[in-house]
């Protein structure tokens, strides 16, 4: 079956810009999550989503990242005024259960240069 | 903030050769999972070893936990060049945690054939 897509792979952004990365789940995983990873580096949580409650959203670095889950389905992630240091593989992941920590399954990033 | 700390950073074997790496956590759990990261992108799922196990075995690939040490090994047996990649342990953070998993830094594995 279709395992979790995310869209772009690549994006080249120029420094200000905002930029809005894609991220379509297994159906009917209940549970949506965004993980930033730098270079070299493990995986940073962002956000994450569980059915219709709001999100948490602890992990996000800044007022200019923001997602939205529309219909508990597809997510969007939203960088506003990308800066340098935003350059790093965004990954989406998401799991059958929501609020229980199983297996996630993740998709293939997109990979976001800013310059 | 980070949860999981693997050790080596690098690892470097022979194809035939066993590898092991390991993983420490900080704080109670109640599982620990290991995924392997192929070229910086997408996460593949090996193997989820549950508080009150102790170790547990899929194809080549044996994990085994020790919670009063806070720490997990991953044992990859008969290498191959196939499995050239990063390694990475994530936990949750225990009790009523939400679902987020706690990566560590990884461990970059190369099988020289």
């Known amino acids: 079956g279709a395992g979790v897509s995310q869209s772009p792979s690549n994006k080249v952004t120029e420094k200000g810009k905002d930029v809005e990365l894609r991220c379509d789940p297994i159906s009917g995983h209940t549970a949506l999550y965004w993980y930033r990873q730098s270079l070299g580096q493990g995986l940073e949580f962002l956000i994450y989503f569980q059915g219709n409650s709001a999100p948490d959203k602890s992990g996000l670095p800044s007022d200019r990242f923001s997602a939205e889950r529309t219909g508990g389905s597809v997510s969007t992630l939203t960088i506003q005024r990308t800066q340098q240091e935003d350059s790093a593989v965004y990954l989406c992941?998401?799991?059958?259960?929501?609020?229980?920590?199983?297996?996630?399954?993740f998709g293939p990033g997109t990979r976001l240069t800013v310059l | 903030s980070q949860q999981g700390e693997e050790d080596p950073q690098a690892l470097s074997i022979q194809e035939g050769e066993n590898a092991t790496m390991n993983c420490s956590y900080k704080t109670s759990i109640n599982n620990l999972q290991w995924y392997r990261q192929n070229s910086g992108r997408g996460l593949v799922h090996l193997i989820l070893i549950r508080s009150n196990e102790r170790e547990k075995h899929s194809g080549r690939l044996r994990v085994t936990l020790d919670t009063s040490k806070k720490s997990s090994s991953l044992l990859i047996t008969a290498s191959r060049a196939a499995d050239t990649a990063s390694y990475f342990c994530?936990?949750?953070?225990?009790?009523?945690?939400?679902?987020?998993?706690?990566f560590g830094k990884g461990t970059k594995l190369s099988v020289k054939p």
């Open positions: 992941a998401s799991s059958p259960l929501a609020g229980v920590t199983d297996t996630q399954y």
């Open positions: 994530a936990t949750d953070a225990g009790g009523g945690s939400q679902g987020n998993l706690i």
